[in-house]
């Protein structure tokens, strides 16, 4: 076989996944949850949004052709403190007057053991960084249920930088959790 | 100077409690109502975060104060009509109510606000009530008129030592004061 045509095939056996990809799934907002957790103060908060979409490609034997596509409106925040989730949205956290969505597009999936990870980009304050989550899947019926979990550094993306930076007050780590009820497309 | 106290003055723990606790009330006191001139919401915080610490720091020496009391004797009074004996000790008494009450009342309005409460960024402590928008309001003014109530009674409280001290010019004030001899100042037993 020349170097050539074992080219040629290997692109073949590549491509022809593709061809069956991985299911199309619609969120269903009923059930589903975006949250995230950090410290103020040394206490844990949890907050959520309320206002997000996910596209979600799966298969858990298809993971080249599996895709997540995740848009939040950041201004939909809430987090059970009314002091917190008026500066939230404000120019020195999210920003959503310059930067209203936050947006998360996987570029690809591995296992890690037992684990799926899901790597990909997170858009956040007008900053790209890789982030990655941990994904569950678990297929019921004609759709599935989806739980995805990771962690992001705030600084990365400057949500809350300057005198807000400093991290023995506002935790530097954010744990990013969701749920997402699914059905297929 | 002894650490416990004698018939005739405070001891120096007794002294320190009652100085450290005088200072840091007061001075928390007035910090608490200057705190809307933070220039920025996260100096703001950073101020809340001490005075809160301070104010635990007042708890912490008060319920100390009253154990180490327990333990302590106290020294005999001066001869005093005994409306003044009666109005001295009611001054003491709703004073030591509101050096436990003042502190009592922030960590309410605290849980009541539903935010962390933090021991000088060592430790947190919990909450005392579940979260409550709505009182919010209320116990702030609760935690506020707490300290002019406790201004009031401090003011009868030094007008009562200045009393002793320059009209009676006896040894009420200066056995409460560190480094100062006391009026007539013979030894007595189990002093030195």
Redesign the interface.
């Given at each position: 076989m020349t170097s050539l045509k074992f080219a040629a095939t290997l692109l073949l056996a590549l491509a022809i996944p593709g061809v069956a990809g991985a299911t199309d799934y619609a969120m269903q907002p009923a059930g589903s949850k975006l949250g995230f957790a950090s410290t103020?103060?040394?206490?844990s908060f949890n907050g959520s949004f309320g206002k997000w979409t996910a596209a979600i490609s799966y298969d858990a034997s298809k993971l080249a052709t599996s895709k997540f596509d995740v848009e939040v409106d950041l201004a939909s925040v809430k987090t059970?403190?009314?002091d917190r989730d008026g500066?939230l949205p404000g120019a020195d956290f999210f920003n959503v007057a310059k930067f209203p969505k936050a947006h998360f597009v996987t570029t690809g999936f591995r296992q890690n053991g037992a684990q799926v990870i899901a790597d990909g980009n997170l858009t956040l304050r007008g900053v790209t960084k890789p982030v990655s989550l941990d994904v569950t899947f678990k297929p019921q019926g004609t759709g599935a249920t989806l739980d995805v979990s990771g962690s992001v550094k705030r600084l990365d993306f400057g949500v809350g930088g300057g005198?807000?930076a400093?991290t023995?007050?506002i935790g530097a780590d954010v744990k990013v959790n969701a749920h997402l009820v699914l059905t297929a497309k | 100077m002894s650490l416990r106290s004698t018939d005739r003055r405070w001891g120096s723990v007794a002294k320190f409690f009652h100085w450290t606790t005088a200072l840091l009330i007061i001075g928390n006191g007035i910090f608490g109502l200057l705190m809307d001139l933070a220039d920025t919401p996260m100096q703001k915080i950073g101020w809340l975060a001490l005075h809160k610490s301070i104010g635990l720091t007042v708890l912490a020496l008060f319920l100390l104060r009253l154990l180490w009391r327990m333990g302590d004797r106290r020294p005999a009074e001066d001869p005093a009509p005994r409306w003044q004996q009666l109005a001295a000790h009611t001054v003491h008494g709703v004073l030591y109510l509101l050096i436990l009450a003042l502190p009592l009342s922030g960590w309410w309005f605290n849980s009541i606000a539903g935010k962390p409460l933090q021991f000088f960024k060592m430790f947190n402590l919990p909450a005392l009530v579940a979260a409550n928008h709505d009182q919010r309001h209320v116990a702030h003014g609760v935690h506020e008129y707490l300290f002019w109530f406790l201004v009031l009674v401090l003011v009868l409280h030094v007008a009562g030592a200045l009393k002793h001290h320059l009209v009676d010019r006896d040894n009420t004030l200066l056995r409460m004061l560190p480094f100062r001899r006391l009026r007539n100042d013979t030894p007595t037993q189990g002093e030195r």
């Open positions: 103020f103060q040394g206490q059970g403190d009314s500066a005198e807000y400093d023995s007050v | -």
